[in-house]
C-alpha cells in the first residue's frame, strides 16, 4: 500500500530581481515635423515642438515598467522622453533643436532619479535615416 | 542598559511606595473607572473633589489592565479624581490628580466605535472582548440583532460574557454608549467554526510565590480549566489570546499547572498544556524602556506575572508599583543610576535591570493611525473623461469616507454630516504595470484615515501607467489628479451621497514614485480648480524626472524615503525636501529596510530583488500609517500628532529605529544653515565663525552641486563638512548677545559622511552651549538618539541627514546661566569620521 506522502516540488521562486537594463541592438534618428506640436519639459517649464528627433531603438529585452524608466545617452547627452513601439522596441524623443554629438557611443540608462548615468554602454553610434539628419 | 547581580548592589529599603494612576482620560456619567500601577494585592482609596468617595477597595492585580472600580454614583464634568495605594504596611501619595471632561469635547460625533478584539468571533463562544471603549461606559454585545451580553461601567477595554453562546453564523456586533449617547455599532464579524481539534494552551513561566499565572494560546471565546497539581481550580471563560488567573494560595517550586480548552460541547477539549512551577532563582531581571533625564516615571516593558516592580536610584528605593508605569519620588538627573527588580511574593529577582537616564529617549505614547470612530463607506467613482495633453483619460478612482455603516455605498455618518465638512485627502499611485489596479494599492491608509474622519480618494492613473515616459508623463498625472478634484468639488454641489460634506478649504494629497512627483506640482497647476486648498502635501519615494521647479511652496509637506529603493534609488524626495519652503513645516522620513513597492499592496515583488535588507511588508504599511496619519492629522484637522514627526514621543509596534526623521520649524531662529551659503566664515546671524583642530568646510550636499565633498550626498542643501585634525577639534558659532535659552531645544541636521569605506560603528560628536562667563556645557550625540550609520548600500551608499535635537534642560544650567554666547560642536571621536551639519537652529 502506498503511503500517502506528497512529492510536489518546490513552486518557482517569485521574481525578485533588481531592476536591471536590457542591451541596446540599433539605434536609428530622424527629424520629424509633428503637425501637433510635441511637449517637452525642462526644470517644470512646458514648451512645444513641432521639429522633433525621434530615436527608434531595439533592445534585447523590455525595460522594467517602473518609477524610473529608460535613458538613452547619445554621447554625454540623456534622452529621457521615451514611449514603447512593441516588444523591444522604443522610441525616444528630443527638441529638434537639440545637439547630439556625432558619431558618439551610446548608453542606455534609468531616468527619473537623479542625473541619469551612463550604466550599459555600448560601441554603437546613432544611425541617421534621411539627408535631414545631422 | 545592563543586567546586574541583585545582591552585589546593597539596594536600600525606604518607606516610599509609588502613587498609583488614575487611567485618563474620564468622562461624566462614567460608572466605573480604571486605577493603575498599584501593588498586587494593594487596597484603594479614591477621592473626588477631596472627598473620599471609596476607601480599602482590594485592586487584585494590576495586570493586565488595573482595577476597575465601580463608582456609587456616576462622575460629572469638572470632578476631580485622584487615588492612592496601601500595601505591606505603607501608603503611597495621591495620585496625579485627572479632571472628569464631557465626551463630547474630545469626541463630539459621539463615543469611539467600539472593536471586537480579538477577532474572529467562533460559534460556541461564551466570551468576547471589546476595546476601544470610553471607561465607564455602557457595552453589550448583539448575535443577529439580540443582545447576549452587557457590562455597564466598562473598562477601556471590557471582556463581555455572552449568554447563550454563539451559534454559527450570527452577525456580531458590540455597541457603547456614554451619557445616553450611543456609539456607532462595531465592525459586524459572522460567527464561524472554532478550529478543531483546538490549540493546546500554554501557560507563562511561573515562579514561586506566584499568585498570577498567565494562560496563552487560547481560543477567541473558549472555556478554560486550570489544574494545579491534578487538582482543578475550576473553569473559565475567556475572550482569548491570553488570560490572567488570580490563584488562591502562592504557588511552590515545582508545582505542577495544567490547563485544557474546550468549544463546542459535541467536539473534544485540546491536548492538556501546562507547566512547572520555577523556582525563585529562576526569576529574570524585568525589562525597562530608555529613561529619558528629568521624566519621574520608570516604564517596564516585560515583567513576571504577578510581580511587584521595584525602582532604586543611586541605590535608593524611589519607585514602586505593579507597572508598567512606575512613578517616581523625584525626577531622574543625569548621572543618576537608576536599577530595577522585580519581586514575586518574597522573591527577588537575582538579576537588576541597571541604565542610565538619556538626555533625549522619547516615550511611546499612542497609536496615531488608531484613531477609530465611524464605520467606513467606499465606493468607487467615475467622473467621466478628460483631455489632458491630447489624451483623453478617464477620471476615476475610488472614495472611503465616514459612514452610518461599513460597506459599498452606504450613507455619509450624518453626525459627522451635520458638524460641517470634512477635509479630503487625494492619493495618486506611481507607474507600475497597467494591468495591474494601482490605486487600489493604498486601501488601508484610505480606511485608517476615513475611520478617523477624512475622505479619502485614491485616483485611478492607469491610463498613464506603462511604457511612457518623461516629465510629461509627470505634468500629465498632476492633471489627472486635479482632474479628480475638481470632479469631487461637482459632487460637492449635487452628489446625493456627497453633496455639501467635503471641506476643499482642507485638502491632503499623498503620491508614491511618479505620483510622489506629480503630488509636489498639482497644487500649483492651472488644472487645479479654484477655491482648493492644499494644506498638505505627503510625497512617498518620489521621482524626479524634472517636472518640478523651484521649491515646493505653499503647503506642509512631508517626504518618505525608503533607504532600499530599488526603483527610485537617489532618494529624490530629500531634494524636495531641502528646498521645499512650507507655510510651517517639513518633514523626512529616511527609512532603512524599505523598498520601493510594498507600500502599495498591488505591487507584489521587492524592487531590490532581495539585495538589500527589506523588512516585510506589514512594516512599511505601518511605518506608512502611523506618520502619515500623524501628519494628515496635524495639518488638517489640528490633532496633536507632530510629535511623531519630532521625534518627541514614538508610536507603538512600529519599527522606530530603522526610522530617521529631519523635520523644521520655519519660524525656528536658524543659527547656521538653511542654504545661506554662509556656515563659514559667517553664521546666519552674521556672526563670525571659528574652528580649531578640525578641517571645515561649506560644501553643496547634492549631487549636482559644483563644490560638492563628494558624491554621496542626494539632498539639496549647503552646508558644513568637518573633519576633525586631532580628537577634539571644534567649531564655534556665536549667538547675538543675552542670548537666554532655557525650555528650547537646539536642534541639528547631521549625517555620518559616507566616504567609500563602511563604518565598523556609529560615530558621534558632542554639542556644546558656551555660557556668557566662558565655560562651555557639553552634551553627546550618543545621548540625545545618535547619529545613525548610514544604510549600506555598497558604493553608493548615502549620507543622508537626519536631525538630533539636544534639550537646553541637558545642558544642566544653573539658574544664573541661561545665557549662552555661542554654540560649539566638538568632534571627539578616534575614528576621525567626517561628519555633515545643516540646519543649526534654536526650537
Known amino acids: 500500500m502506498t503511503l500517502p506522502n506528497d512529492a510536489a516540488t518546490r513552486e518557482p521562486p517569485r521574481e525578485e530581481r533588481p531592476i536591471s537594463l536590457p542591451k541596446l541592438k540599433t539605434a536609428t534618428a530622424r527629424h520629424v515635423q509633428q503637425e501637433k506640436p510635441r511637449r517637452f519639459v525642462t526644470q517644470g517649464t512646458e514648451y512645444f515642438e513641432t521639429d522633433v528627433i525621434e530615436i527608434d531603438v531595439e533592445t534585447d529585452g523590455d525595460f522594467a515598467i517602473a518609477g524610473t524608466g529608460p535613458a538613452l545617452f547619445v554621447g554625454e547627452v540623456p534622452v529621457v522622453d521615451s514611449e514603447k513601439l512593441g516588444p523591444h522596441r522604443y522610441r525616444f524623443f528630443a527638441p529638434g533643436s537639440t545637439t547630439l554629438p556625432k558619431d558618439a557611443l551610446l548608453a542606455l540608462g534609468r531616468a527619473g532619479s537623479g542625473t541619469p548615468r551612463p550604466e550599459q554602454k555600448t560601441k554603437l553610434r546613432l544611425q541617421w535615416n534621411t539627408a535631414a539628419g545631422s | ?843
Request: hydrophobic share 40%.
Open chain 2, 1 to 843: 542598559m545592563a543586567e546586574v547581580p541583585t545582591e552585589r548592589l546593597k539596594l536600600k529599603e525606604t518607606r516610599f511606595l509609588s502613587p498609583p494612576v488614575v487611567g485618563e482620560p474620564l468622562y461624566q456619567c462614567a460608572k466605573a473607572l480604571v486605577i493603575l500601577g498599584f501593588d498586587p494585592g494593594a487596597t484603594l482609596d479614591v477621592e473626588r473633589n477631596g472627598a473620599l468617595l471609596l476607601s480599602g477597595v482590594p485592586g487584585g492585580f494590576p495586570q493586565p489592565q488595573g482595577a476597575i472600580l465601580s463608582l456609587p454614583a456616576a462622575l460629572a464634568a469638572g470632578d476631580v479624581i485622584r487615588a492612592r495605594q496601601k500595601a505591606n504596611g505603607l501608603t503611597s501619595g495621591w495620585s496625579v490628580a485627572v479632571t472628569v471632561r464631557d465626551h463630547t469635547q474630545d469626541f463630539p460625533d459621539g463615543p469611539p466605535r467600539p472593536q471586537i478584539d480579538p477577532a474572529p468571533v467562533y460559534q460556541c463562544g461564551s466570551r468576547t472582548g471589546v476595546n476601544n471603549l470610553l471607561t465607564g461606559c455602557d457595552v453589550w454585545i448583539t448575535a443577529n440583532g439580540v443582545e447576549v451580553g452587557k457590562v455597564k461601567g466598562a473598562a477601556p477595554h471590557q471582556g463581555i460574557n455572552v449568554t447563550p453562546d454563539y451559534g454559527f453564523g450570527q452577525q456580531v456586533r458590540a455597541w457603547a454608549m456614554m451619557c445616553k449617547d450611543p456609539s456607532p455599532p462595531s465592525l459586524a464579524y459572522d460567527t464561524i467554526a472554532p478550529p478543531n481539534p483546538l490549540p493546546t494552551p500554554g501557560i507563562d513561566p511561573a515562579y514561586a510565590g506566584a499568585q498570577q499565572i498567565r494562560i496563552n494560546n487560547l481560543v477567541n471565546g473558549a472555556r478554560f480549566e486550570l489544574s494545579l497539581n491534578g487538582a482543578s481550580l475550576g473553569v473559565w471563560r475567556t475572550w482569548g489570546y491570553a488570560h490572567l488567573v488570580a490563584l488562591p494560595a502562592p504557588l511552590n517550586t515545582g508545582d505542577s499547572l495544567s490547563v485544557v480548552q474546550r468549544m463546542c460541547p459535541g467536539n473534544p477539549p485540546s491536548n492538556p498544556g501546562g507547566t512547572t512551577v520555577l523556582p525563585c532563582s529562576a526569576l529574570p531581571a524585568p525589562q525597562v524602556a530608555p529613561v529619558q533625564c528629568g521624566d519621574q516615571l520608570v516604564t517596564v516593558t516585560q515583567i513576571a506575572t504577578g510581580a511587584t516592580v521595584k525602582v532604586y536610584v543611586n541605590h535608593v528605593k524611589a519607585g514602586e508599583g505593579g507597572g508598567p508605569t512606575v512613578l517616581l519620588k523625584a525626577p531622574v538627573q543625569h548621572g543618576d543610576v537608576v536599577d530595577v527588580v522585580q519581586q514575586v511574593g518574597t522573591c527577588v529577582s537575582h538579576l537588576a535591570q541597571e541604565l542610565n537616564c538619556l538626555c533625549v529617549a522619547p516615550p511611546v505614547t499612542f497609536d496615531p493611525s488608531a484613531l477609530d470612530l465611524f464605520p467606513v463607506g467606499f465606493t468607487d467613482y467615475d467622473g467621466g473623461t478628460v483631455s489632458i495633453d491630447g489624451q483623453t483619460l478617464h477620471v476615476r478612482g475610488n472614495v472611503f469616507y465616514p459612514a452610518e455603516d461599513d460597506g459599498s455605498g452606504q450613507p455619509f455618518n450624518k453626525r459627522r454630516a451635520k458638524r460641517g465638512p470634512v477635509p479630503l485627502i487625494f492619493m495618486a499611485h506611481g507607474n507600475h504595470a497597467p494591468e495591474d489596479p494601482s490605486y487600489l494599492g493604498y486601501d488601508y491608509f484610505q480606511n485608517a484615515l476615513a475611520k478617523m474622519g477624512f475622505v479619502a480618494i485614491s485616483v485611478d492613473c492607469n491610463e498613464l501607467n506603462g511604457n511612457t515616459s518623461g516629465a510629461g508623463n509627470i505634468l500629465d498625472r498632476a492633471d489627472l489628479i486635479n482632474a479628480s478634484i475638481a470632479h469631487f468639488l461637482a459632487l460637492n454641489g449635487t452628489d446625493p451621497l456627497l453633496k455639501n460634506k467635503l471641506d476643499f478649504s482642507k485638502v491632503g494629497l499623498m503620491g508614491h514614485s511618479r505620483g510622489g512627483e506629480a503630488v509636489v506640482i498639482a497644487p500649483a497647476r492651472a488644472s487645479k480648480p479654484a477655491n482648493v486648498a492644499v494644506l498638505a502635501v505627503l510625497s512617498l519615494a518620489p521621482t524626479d524626472w524634472g517636472a518640478t521647479s523651484g521649491p515646493p511652496t505653499g503647503y506642509e509637506f512631508q517626504t518618505l524615503l525608503p533607504a532600499a529603493d530599488g526603483d527610485v534609488r537617489n532618494n529624490d524626495g530629500a531634494k524636495y525636501y531641502d528646498r521645499c519652503l512650507p507655510p510651517a513645516f517639513k518633514s523626512q522620513l529616511y527609512v532603512h529596510n524599505a523598498c520601493h513597492n510594498f507600500f502599495n499592496r498591488q505591487w507584489l515583488l521587492n524592487d531590490n530583488g532581495g539585495t538589500l535588507p527589506t523588512m516585510p511588508r506589514p512594516d512599511h504599511e505601518r511605518v506608512l500609517l502611523v506618520y502619515g496619519c500623524a501628519f494628515f492629522r496635524r495639518v488638517l484637522a489640528g490633532h496633536g500628532t507632530v510629535g511623531f514627526l519630532t521625534g518627541n514621543e514614538l508610536p507603538p509596534a512600529t519599527p522606530t529605529a530603522l526610522v530617521h526623521l529631519s523635520f523644521q520649524w520655519v519660524k525656528s531662529l536658524t543659527v547656521d544653515g538653511q542654504q545661506q551659503n554662509n556656515w563659514i566664515p559667517k553664521n546666519n546671524l552674521n556672526q563670525p565663525t571659528s574652528q580649531s583642530g578640525l578641517a571645515a568646510g561649506e560644501y553643496g550636499l547634492s549631487q549636482t552641486a559644483a563644490n560638492r565633498y563628494n558624491n554621496s550626498f542626494y539632498g539639496d542643501s549647503v552646508g558644513m563638512v568637518a573633519k576633525s585634525k586631532k580628537t577634539k577639534g571644534t567649531f564655534r558659532s556665536p549667538l547675538p548677545a543675552k542670548t537666554h535659552l532655557s525650555n528650547q531645544e537646539v536642534w541639528i541636521r547631521v549625517a555620518d559622511v559616507f566616504d567609500g569605506s563602511f563604518p565598523t560603528a556609529a560615530t558621534g560628536f558632542e554639542l556644546g552651549l558656551e555660557l556668557s562667563g566662558g565655560t562651555i556645557q557639553w552634551v553627546d550625540s550618543d545621548d540625545v538618539g545618535g547619529v545613525p550609520l548610514p544604510f549600506d548600500r555598497g558604493s553608493v551608499t548615502k549620507s543622508m541627514p537626519s536631525t538630533l535635537r539636544f534639550p537646553v534642560r541637558c545642558f544642566a544650567l544653573g539658574r544664573r546661566d541661561k545665557s549662552v554666547r555661542a554654540i560649539l560642536l566638538r568632534l571627539n571621536r578616534k575614528d576621525g569620521r567626517a561628519l555633515a551639519f545643516e540646519d543649526l537652529q534654536i526650537v
